[in-house]
């Protein structure tokens, strides 16, 4: 009896293990490079000796089956799929029945990032719902990495902390970052001690002047690699930009003053040089080449102790003296005008400094006029003192004829 039992248990055991069903996809993970058409195995054994009627789904993402990841249900035996909006064009499936035996691959064209998913089988047979009803594969999608960029984040300045990182917008697997280091003259060196490198990030603490030189990233996975470099020009500690810009002000405005007071004490001599020029006397007193020293007094009558004169010609000769005086008295009295105006317009432009600078270049050219008048006049001056002299001579000879006919 106990011999009985035991057999019909077994049989039972055979008997279900026959009749499950069985969902099978062969790898855990299949690998594809961006761009690539491929196709996902799955395959399903039946308990039934002939499957009637089979309802074979493929899904993304999630360990179970839902309206929201379904991407196609086929109905087997009628042949039709449903495939959702988003994967139309996209995908297929490929299902064959052998007997008790079905096969359907999903396959997928051009396939992208998007597509780097969980993928599922799931077979549902009326009858037939005990066993292995679905199964998972993981579809990776192998994407080079993009060109990496470097940057730096925070100052380049002597005891600073700062962060050298690296980035590829794309990559699939997700690449891995690796440092090189090299010093200004681009030998290869070992990394700064005082560095932490994770994720593309690499930071570097109380940095100085030997951390100066060229960083080389490197962005990898299986597909293949690229890279980026940035060089980092390490700086003593800038100034603060307030206290320099007052230190430039404070010595544009001391170079100012001292370009101010040079160029007044300029214009002060000046003005000294034009009043000794205008004040100086034209000569009060001259050497005759003929006789001894002579001189005009204040009436402007020459002393000769030498000559003696009648009263008639003495009389003419003071009348003709005091016009000659006179003119030059008029002379003079108009040259101090003339000095007054100037002292008055030279009062002026002391007062107004800026036009001191900008007519300085003309005083100087009226200076210089002034002298060539002064020696223009100076030279009239003893053209008319040589005729005096002339005349004076011959007024001497006729006196000595008179006084020649006298003693006859």
Known sequence: MEMRIFTLAVLCAVWSSTAAINVEIPKAAYEFARGDNVTLPCTFQSALPKIDLAVISWSADGPKTNADNVILT??????????????????????????????????????????????????????DDEGKLIDATRLIVLVAPSPPICKIEGKAEYGQNINITCKSEEGSPAPTYKWQSRDVRNALRAPWPRTTDKGGILSLYNISKETSGFYVCTSSNKIRSATCNITLTVMPPSMNVGPVARIITGVVLALILFIVIIEYCCCQKKDKDNEEYTMAPYGDKEVVENGGGRSIDGKGSPRDSRVSKPVERQDDYEERSERNYDRHSDYDDHRRSDYNDRRSDYDDHRSDYDDCRSDNNDHRS???????????????????????????????????????????
Do not use: M, W
């Open 366 to 408: 009226d200076y210089d006029d002034h002298r060539s008048d002064y020696d223009d006049r100076r030279s009239d001056y003893d053209d008319r003192h040589s005729n005096y002299d002339d005349r004076h001579s011959k007024h001497s000879d006729r006196y000595e004829r008179y006084d020649d006919d006298r003693r006859f």
């Open 74 to 127: 086929h109905y087997h035996p009628q042949g039709i799929t449903d495939i959702k909006k988003k994967y139309d064009g996209r995908v297929a499936v490929d299902v064959k029945v052998n007997g008790a035996s079905v096969k359907a691959d999903l396959k997928l064209s051009s396939i992208t990032l998007d597509d780097n998913k969980e993928f599922e089988c799931e077979v549902q047979i009326p009858s």
